[in-house]
């Protein structure tokens, strides 16, 4: 289906990769399989009854695919996090995942600092982070306000409400205010779609401010699809009717994909590298090599005004750009204005000998 949004993406290739994380059960990897439109994870096979209260741990998978939209080629990598919340004791998986993102982060400040790059080097840099909050109808869980705070300086969160179709839309609505109001309260700085009301345009204000009004996002997968008027529709069926994936007014996954995997991918990469990079990448190079002192996490009051330096680098691009073009421009100018005097001369000369020869002629 066609991404809808304003900043699309004008290169012919962009590589992007999200990682997903919730428990079992909260929808992830149908949600993936949906979004790619393929079966790009597998679910979880039923466990034995004599092994099924083993605790088997976090596992951290990511997988491959090419995507197309509107023309443009999206080199997608998902992250999968199998084994998420299925333990009493979660720490060890908050720290897996931690170490995954800044695995990232130390691979591409190694190949930065080599004299001689690899040409075939991989940024695999996580974008963004996907998280599924279970549809519980009450709030936040010490787990979930956990997992965000932790990762948050080093990812751009993205709450998520799973299989929302099992909430009525008055539950749906409480909970997602409650959620907000969760994550407000414990100044988590998730990814809340920033905008500039001095620099960015009316357009852009609304669209982030429609986004941001819809977080978390309530979505619905699925792999099934059955024809209503004709035409395919990804639906999940039950006795009382059908909740269709891509409708706005059953699910929030059409805006969610449009905005990760279209309007907003360019954002998301542009933060990632500005500002979480960079600042890993300021507290790694100033960290001593004999200190034990632990990863500083960014203030929110920083993330709040990530959106404003990363503009005003844009701008500053922008502006470079135009004087370039203006430069340019003017050169040619210049180029076509001697080219034009030095064609008026030739002419002048040209009618001047036309006229001395016919002055000889009268006589």
């Given at each position: 289906?066609?991404?809808?949004g304003?900043?699309?993406?004008?290169v012919?290739?962009?590589?992007?990769?999200?990682?997903?994380?919730?428990?079992?059960?909260?929808?992830?990897?149908?949600?993936?399989?949906?979004?790619?439109?393929?079966d790009v994870?597998?679910h979880?096979?039923?466990?034995?009854?004599?092994?099924?209260?083993?605790?088997?741990?976090?596992?951290?998978?990511?997988?491959?695919?090419?995507?197309?939209?509107?023309?443009?080629?999206?080199?997608?990598?998902?992250?999968?996090?199998?084994?998420?919340?299925d333990?009493?004791?979660?720490?060890?998986?908050?720290?897996?995942?931690v170490n995954?993102?800044?695995?990232?982060?130390?691979?591409i400040l190694?190949?930065?600092?080599?004299?001689k790059?690899?040409p075939?080097?991989?940024?695999?840099?996580?974008?963004?982070?996907?998280y599924?909050?279970?549809?519980t109808?009450?709030?936040l869980?010490?787990?979930?306000i956990?997992?965000?705070?932790?990762?948050s300086?080093?990812v751009?969160?993205?709450?998520?409400i799973?299989?929302?179709?099992?909430?009525?839309?008055?539950?749906?609505?409480?909970?997602?205010?409650?959620?907000?109001?969760?994550?407000?309260?414990?100044?988590?700085p998730?990814?809340n779609?920033?905008y500039?009301?001095?620099?960015?345009?009316?357009?852009?204000?609304?669209?982030?401010?429609?986004?941001?009004?819809?977080?978390?996002?309530?979505v619905?997968?699925?792999?099934?699809?059955?024809?209503?008027d004709?035409?395919?529709?990804?639906?999940?069926?039950?006795?009382?009717?059908?909740?269709?994936v891509?409708?706005?007014h059953?699910?929030?996954?059409?805006?969610?994909?449009g905005a990760?995997?279209g309007?907003?991918l360019n954002d998301l990469?542009s933060?990632?590298?500005?500002i979480l990079?960079?600042?890993?990448?300021?507290?790694?190079?100033?960290?001593?090599?004999e200190?034990?002192?632990r990863?500083?996490?960014?203030?929110?009051?920083?993330l709040?005004?990530?959106?404003?330096?990363?503009?005003?680098?844009?701008?500053?691009?922008?502006?470079?750009?135009?004087?370039?073009i203006e430069m340019r421009?003017?050169?040619?100018?210049?180029?076509?204005?001697?080219?034009?005097?030095a064609?008026?001369?030739?002419?002048?000369?040209?009618e001047?000998?036309?006229?001395?020869?016919?002055?000889?002629?009268s006589f």
């Open positions: 289906m066609p991404i809808s304003r900043r699309r993406n004008k012919k290739g962009v590589q992007f990769t999200i990682m997903v994380v919730g428990a079992s059960g909260t929808g992830r990897t149908t949600f993936v399989n949906t979004l790619c439109e393929s994870l597998q979880k096979e039923p466990e034995p009854a004599e092994t099924a209260h083993f605790e088997s741990g976090i596992k951290i998978k990511p997988a491959n695919v090419e995507l197309e939209e509107d023309g443009i080629r999206i080199a997608l990598t998902v992250v999968d996090t199998p084994g998420f919340g333990n009493i004791d979660n720490e060890h998986a908050f720290q897996e995942i995954y993102l800044e695995r990232q982060y130390d691979d190694a190949e930065q600092s080599r004299i790059r690899n075939r080097f991989r940024d695999n840099r996580v974008h963004a982070l996907l599924f909050i279970p549809p109808g009450h709030a869980r010490e787990m979930d956990e997992l965000m705070r932790r990762l300086p080093r751009n969160v993205i709450p998520v799973g299989k929302a179709d099992s909430l009525t839309p008055r539950e749906l609505k409480a909970f997602k205010k409650r959620i907000m109001e969760d994550i407000n309260h414990y100044e988590i998730i990814y779609f920033p500039d009301v001095e620099e960015d345009d009316e357009e852009t204000i609304a669209d982030n401010m429609e986004l941001r009004a819809l977080l978390p996002f309530a619905v997968g699925s792999e099934e699809e059955i024809e209503i004709g035409e395919p529709v990804r639906v999940r069926t039950y006795p009382w009717g059908v909740v269709e891509d409708n706005p059953h699910s929030d996954f059409v805006r969610l994909r990760i995997l309007s907003h990469k933060l990632t590298e500005d990079y960079e600042t890993y990448r300021t507290e790694k190079l100033s960290r001593s090599p200190s034990n002192i990863d500083s996490q960014i203030l929110p009051s920083e709040a005004t990530q959106s404003v330096r990363i503009k005003e680098e844009q701008l500053r691009r922008e502006e470079e750009k135009l004087r370039d421009v003017q050169r040619e100018i210049n180029e076509k204005r001697q080219e034009l005097m064609k008026e001369a030739a002419l002048r000369n040209l001047s000998r036309i006229t001395s020869q016919a002055g000889g002629n």
